[in-house]
């Protein structure tokens, strides 16, 4: 089955440790974004990718880094620098990045920097 | 950025009829309005979208005010699986899709 997949589903990490979290997807999608989710809150767009080698900052893209080198695959790194690391991380795509376009999401990877 | 505006919760009862509303006063002749439902631990889910008239599919309803100012999602009989946190989100070409808070759901047996 297509869809999305983002490992793993839980990590923990040592603070001043930089950590990349994975997505993958299969659906042959131009698309793909990183979002962010703190308890109780709605999700917050970290960066976004409308096609391979192309990516742009969102909201809140400081401390995190992203690469777009094959249309499957939208690695998002954690970096030391994020102050408040700790978090649930969603991963998205679409076909493209038109209007009529749905996003399809990953179940997350809950993070935990102590 | 064009924004919407949702209540943060709303109750229904099992098996009765759900309307969710979304108000979305700046939205622009070609952003189409997008509906998603996020369960706990779970990645959010697609539900419907539209542009200008009503849709319907599997899940739910859409009705979107002639103005387009506003839409409500309609869940035609609420089950105690639909119990989600609901994003009304405007879609913008060659734009990210932005996430407010949302609506939480809670249906009562």
């Known amino acids: 089955d297509g869809g999305i997949t983002q490992s793993p589903k839980y990590l923990f990490r040592k603070e001043g440790q930089n950590v990349t979290l994975s997505c993958e997807q299969n659906l042959n999608h131009d698309a793909m974004y990183w979002y962010r989710q703190d308890p109780g809150q709605g999700l917050r767009l970290i960066y976004y990718s409308q096609i391979v080698n192309d990516f742009q900052k969102g909201d809140i893209a400081e401390g995190y880094s992203v690469s777009r080198e094959k249309k499957e695959s939208f690695p998002l790194t954690v970096t030391s620098a994020q102050k408040n690391p700790t978090a649930f991380y969603l991963c998205?795509?679409?076909?493209?990045?038109?209007?009529?376009?749905?996003?399809?999401f990953g179940n997350g990877t809950r993070l935990t920097v102590t | 950025d064009a924004k919407t505006t949702q209540p943060n919760s709303m109750e229904s009862n099992e098996e009765e009829p759900v309307h969710l509303p979304c108000n979305h006063s700046?939205?622009?002749?070609?952003?189409?309005i997008h509906w998603y439902r996020q369960l706990p631990s779970q990645g959010p889910e697609y539900v419907i979208h539209g542009l200008t008239s009503n849709v319907n599919n599997r899940m739910a309803s859409l009705a979107i005010a002639e103005d387009r100012k506003s839409s409500t999602l309609i869940l035609h009989r609420a089950t105690l699986r639909d119990a989600a946190v609901y994003y009304c989100?405007?879609?913008?070409?060659?734009?990210?899709?932005?996430f407010g808070a949302g609506t939480r759901l809670t249906v009562k047996p």
């Open positions: 989100i405007l879609r913008v070409y060659n734009n990210d899709m932005r």
């Open positions: 998205a795509s679409s076909p493209d990045s038109s209007y009529n376009s749905p996003l399809h």
């Open positions: 700046t939205i622009s002749g070609t952003d189409y």
